[in-house]
T-cell receptor, first 115, second 112 residues
Framework: DVKVTQSSRYLVKRTGEKVFLECVQDMDHENMFWYRQDPGLGLRLIYFSYDVKMKEKGDIPEGYSVSREKKERFSLILESASTNQTSMYLC??????????????FGEGSRLTVL | RKEVEQDPGPFNVPEGATVAFNCTYSNSASQSFFWYRQDCRKEPKLLMSVYSSGNEDGRFTAQLNRASQYISLLIRDSKLSDSATYLCVVYMFSGGYNKLIFGAGTRLAVHP
């Protein structure tokens, strides 16, 4: 079974703090994604990566950055957390190279609260 | 207008009922369509892809209507374990690149 592991299920941070969300997948997938999920808005794509050291902005990249130094690991960074970044963050990976991603495998999510 | 729209529900149905969800999408050139299922406090998981000719997987039937730009999911003989949120997902060109667009989901509650 594909396993996508997110480092923290629940985090509480203060405004202005730097936040790291880690994601690791164990199936040698090339594509990795970070989404946030908010009630009534669905999943929105923050950043994605099709290869090591490669990253592309999604729909809502402002206030976020990412790092992909190794194929299995994709990190999301909030440089200076703000209250409007309180959300559920979901990491996903998929096998097929290129934009037609096919099935996405998600991690269990990281619920971030920014006070 | 949202790119992918779903009725948020909730749909409250008794066990054994048949329930249908619809989803509309804005981009007529959309290429691929999927239904994902998300249990409460869990991650989304692929339920089924939606093919042009329609497809069935056990009690679940998915249909695509390109002319009207909607897809549907029919669940027959509902089980308690079907209670979840069902996400409509469309692969389309938007914002300068191809990507999966998720609807906000339709919540289903099956009661005894």
């Amino acid at each position: 079974d594909v396993k996508v592991t997110q480092s923290s299920r629940y985090l509480v941070k203060r405004t202005g703090e730097k936040v790291f969300l880690e994601c690791v997948q164990d199936m040698d997938h090339e594509n990795m994604f970070w989404y946030r999920q908010d009630p009534g808005l669905g999943l929105r794509l923050i950043y994605f990566s099709y290869d090591v050291k490669m990253k592309e902005k999604g729909d809502i990249p402002e206030g976020y950055s990412v790092s992909r130094e190794k194929k299995e690991r994709f990190s999301l960074i909030l440089e200076s957390a703000s209250t409007n970044q309180t959300s559920m963050y979901l990491c996903a990976s998929s096998f097929i190279r290129g934009p037609n991603t096919g099935e996405l495998f998600f991690g269990e999510g990281s619920r971030l609260t920014v006070l | 207008r949202k790119e992918v729209e779903q009725d948020p529900g909730p749909f409250n149905v008794p066990e054994g009922a048949t329930v249908a969800f619809n989803c509309t999408y804005s981009n007529s050139a959309s290429q691929s369509f999927f239904w994902y299922r998300q249990d409460c406090r869990k991650e989304p998981k692929l339920l089924m892809s939606v093919y042009s000719s329609g497809n069935e997987d056990g009690r679940f039937t998915a249909q695509l209507n390109r002319a009207s730009q909607y897809i549907s999911l029919l669940i027959r003989d509902s089980k308690l374990s079907d209670s979840a949120t069902y996400l409509c997902v469309v692969y389309m060109f938007s914002g300068g690149y191809n990507k999966l667009i998720f609807g906000a989901g339709t919540r289903l509650a099956v009661h005894p």
